[in-house]
Each structure stands twice: as structure tokens, then as C-alpha cells.
């Protein structure tokens, strides 16, 4: 089955500066790479996704860029704000398996402003 | 986006009771639902795929006669925590998706926080 391993599993920035996360996937069939942000005791939200055929995708702050052949996928926030701070996740899954997510550890991210 | 309910968000219950946790989509059919269960500060691991009107499929080392799926319709799927005690305290979390291509965005339940006493 489908391994995903994140890094770091807690990221410190100072307001202003850019995050960077680092997530690896083990399943070459997967295609489909979500982003969540999970504030505590809260649902996931997504923040972005990227697809198999797309190697880079931004939303004003936030990026990601998908290595299909290094079979790695990264988040970045430009201009770090202190509501920001959350923990964030990245999965993989097959579009065909009707969204069986398989996620990574998580990220704890702090902007001390 | 789509909206999926859960309940309840919170429960107490002694051990060796049941428990049952409800999944709704709410403004969308969903023929496959997914439970998760998250421990504090801990990814989400998924338990099982919930297949309306079949049995539901469970991840590797998730025991199906503790955690039951039944999803009974479209837009809702339950998932009862039998005998409970207090290691299965935890934060239960169901997601779905509208389905087909390109509409593969999970949404996410609130989140169920159960407590075994």
C-alpha cells in the first residue's frame, strides 16, 4: 500500500519568512495530492491539491510542486502570517480509489510574529 | 464546497458499552465514505472504506466486529465503537467525496472526540 512520509514534524518561522514541508510518496500509481490544514480539535480543511499531470500549482500564498519522478511533492507559504500556525498534512491517493487517502505525519507550524 | 456532518462531536461513555457515530453528506450523494481515527498529535489513519449497500472494507489490523460500518444510504454512514474501553478513546473523523473525476476533494466530518471512562 501507499507510504507517506513528511518533513519536519514541527516548523518554526518567523512572521514574514517563507515554510517549506516535504512530503515523499511510495505508490507511483498514486495521483492525486492534497494539502490540509487542521487547526486543534478541528476537521481537516484542504488548501490545495495538485494532480499527477501538473507540476506546479499556486493559490496567492501557498504553492506546491509535485516531482512525479523523485515520487515527492512540497508545500510552500510565502509571507507567513501568525494565523498560519496550524498543523498541516499532506496525503496521495488514486483518483480511481475513489479518494482513500493515505496521509502523511503531520506538520506543527508556528509563526511567532 | 460540499458539506458532511458528523455526530456527535463529543461523547462520554462508560466501558464495555457502544457507541455510534454518524457521517452525513449532506448536499451530495456519496456512494463511498472513509473513517479515521486520530490520535492527539498524530496523523489521521485510515480504518476502513465504507461501501454503500456492501460491506465495508477494513485497513490492516482494524478489528470489524469492534468497529462496525453500515452504510445504510447514500448519505449516511455509521460507524459504532462496540464494547468500548478506554484505549479506544480517541478523535474519530469520517470524510467523503462527491465522486467521479475531478471531483475528488475529500471533505471532512467535524470529528467525533470519544472518551471512555
Known amino acids: 500500500g501507499e507510504n507517506v512520509e513528511q518533513h519536519p514534524s514541527t516548523l518554526s518561522v518567523q512572521e514574514g519568512d517563507s515554510a517549506v514541508i516535504k512530503c515523499t510518496y511510495s505508490?507511483?500509481?498514486?495521483?492525486?495530492f492534497p494539502w490540509y490544514k487542521q487547526e486543534l480539535g478541528k476537521r481537516p480543511q484542504l488548501i490545495i491539491d495538485?494532480?499527477?499531470?501538473?507540476g506546479e500549482k499556486k493559490d496567492q500564498r501557498i504553492a506546491v510542486t509535485l516531482n512525479k519522478t523523485a515520487k515527492h511533492f512540497s508545500l510552500h507559504i510565502t509571507e507567513t502570517q501568525p494565523e498560519d500556525s496550524a498543523v498541516y498534512f499532506c496525503?496521495?491517493?488514486?483518483?480511481?480509489?475513489?479518494?482513500?487517502?493515505?496521509f502523511g505525519g503531520g506538520t506543527r507550524v508556528l509563526v511567532k510574529p | 464546497g460540499a458539506v458532511v456532518s458528523q455526530h456527535p462531536s463529543r461523547v462520554i461513555c462508560k466501558s464495555g458499552t457502544s457507541v455510534k457515530i454518524e457521517c452525513r453528506s449532506l448536499?451530495?450523494?456519496?456512494?463511498?465514505m472513509f473513517w479515521y481515527r486520530q490520535f492527539p498529535k498524530q496523523s489521521l489513519m485510515l480504518m476502513a472504506t465504507?461501501?454503500?449497500?456492501?460491506?465495508?472494507?477494513?485497513e490492516q489490523g482494524v478489528e470489524k466486529d469492534k468497529f462496525l460500518i453500515n452504510h445504510a444510504s447514500l448519505t449516511l454512514s455509521t460507524l459504532t465503537v462496540t464494547s468500548a474501553h478506554p484505549e479506544d478513546s480517541s478523535f474519530y473523523i469520517c470524510?467523503?467525496?462527491?465522486?467521479?473525476?475531478?471531483?475528488?476533494?475529500?471533505?471532512f466530518g467535524q470529528g467525533t472526540r470519544l472518551t471512555v471512562v
Open positions: 470524510s467523503a467525496s462527491r465522486g467521479g473525476f475531478k471531483n475528488t476533494e475529500a471533505f
Open positions: 505508490d507511483s500509481a498514486s495521483n492525486y
Open positions: 495538485i494532480r499527477s499531470n501538473v
Open positions: 496525503a496521495a491517493s488514486r483518483e480511481a480509489a475513489g479518494n482513500k487517502l493515505t
Open positions: 448536499d451530495f450523494q456519496a456512494t463511498t
Open positions: 465504507s461501501n454503500e449497500g456492501s460491506k465495508a472494507t477494513y
